[in-house]
């Protein structure tokens, strides 16, 4: 499950398919054991049932009839609190046991609806069950007899709720988000400034800038148990496994949960980084917002290392080749998760030459787009 966008809105994970089928099989199987001595008529309220009702008569373990109804009370993410006609049954329900199944109930307007007109067909019993109720927005005194889970008043889609007809289609149940984090790969080759650029960024954006190579350094001097397996294989002379990298990601992303958002730098460096850093933001609901590659010449870049290196005391700012073998893998690398990016619509080129605070500048005015 990652975040989702429905026309104007953003959608995080809620409630997985597999709890979804949880909650099926054991209201099933309890209306059952309450229904053992008789053959109940189960009515789904279309249109946002139909998922539920299909599930749940294929878990109920005896005989059962089903029929559906159809009222309108929806539009966007608000209730109208108006209610249309009944249309769809036509069954005799004189003396039967008739259990309304619902997807969700909030207010109880369309319900309470729906029940005054089963209430007046001389039926034996009349029942309610909801997959998912919100208590703190129950406005009427029906009784409900059978609850899947208790939600909080957030306006969720899927498993055949929408928001303006889209989102039925999807097996599990999300929620409405804002997109409060701003999340950014910062990218640029050696020598375009970009940690110069990711320190200026992060005091101005109030982010944290989290560097693969700090949080590196960090867990291999404090010997943490990511640090000593990072280690190992470095000893090794291996590469260290893109999980191990994640990890102490992850780790640095929870240490700093109540945060405006993130720069990354320095990760990802492959396709399969990308997506493994896209599946751990979408399980908190947020995403990247854009990658930001500082664009500079590689032969200006040369020359500003090559000066570097005569007052760094860096072995590798003093070879040519071995620059240039740096911007070689730099290049290969970048080319791969630009397209990734691209396909996504979140890759931004910048001008890397200039006054830093111009650059800064030219940075700004893509993050304040994202």
């Known amino acids: 499950m990652s975040t989702i966008k429905l026309h104007d809105k953003y959608f995080k994970p809620y409630i997985s398919k597999d709890k979804i089928a949880v909650l099926t099989q054991s209201m099933a199987t309890q209306i059952a054991e309450d229904c053992k001595d008789e053959i109940p008529v189960f009515i789904g309220i279309l249109n946002g049932c139909f998922m539920f009702v299909s599930d749940f008569i294929r878990q109920y373990p005896t005989d059962c009839e089903v029929s559906f109804v159809k009222l309108a009370s929806y539009e966007g993410t608000k209730s109208t609190g108006t209610v249309s006609e009944l249309v769809g049954i036509n069954e005799d329900l004189t003396g039967r046991t008739v259990i309304i199944l619902e997807d969700i109930i909030d207010t109880g307007g369309t319900l309470q609806k729906i029940y005054d007109i089963f209430k007046n067909q001389k039926v034996k019993s009349l029942k309610i069950a909801t997959l998912f109720f919100k208590p703190t927005v129950f406005k009427k005194e029906l009784p409900i007899d059978y609850i899947g889970l208790s939600i909080p008043d957030e306006f969720i889609v899927g498993y055949g709720l929408d928001y303006n007809n889209l989102g039925r289609n999807l097996d599990s149940i999300y929620k409405i988000t804002t997109q409060q984090m701003t999340n950014i790969v910062l990218f640029g080759p050696p020598g375009a400034g970009k940690g110069t650029q990711a320190e200026l960024l992060k005091n101005k954006y109030n982010l944290v800038h989290i ?141 890397g030459v200039g006054d830093i605070n111009e650059i800064t500048k030219r940075l700004s005015a893509i993050i304040d787009t994202l």
Do not use: W
Not at 259 to 283: H, K, M, V, W, Y
Not at 299 to 311: A, C, H, P, Q, S
């Open 211 to 351: 560097s693969t190579g700090d949080v590196f350094r960090f867990n291999i001097k404090n010997q943490t148990e990511l640090g000593i397996l990072a280690k190992s294989y470095m000893d090794h002379g291996d590469l260290v496994p893109d999980q191990v990298t994640i990890n102490m990601l992850k780790a640095e992303v929870e240490k700093n949960a109540d945060a405006n958002g993130f720069i990354f730098d320095g990760f990802p460096r492959t396709t399969s980084q990308a997506e493994a850093l896209d599946a751990f933001l979408s399980e908190k609901g947020e995403t990247i917002n854009g990658m930001i590659a500082l664009e500079v010449s590689e032969d200006l870049l040369v020359e500003r290392l090559l000066e570097r290196g005569k007052v760094s005391g860096r072995t590798d700012d003093q070879d040519e080749s071995k620059i240039r073998n740096r911007f070689n893998e730099y290049n290969t690398k970048t080319a791969i998760l630009k397209d990734f990016y691209t396909e996504q619509n979140k890759y931004f080129g910048a001008d």
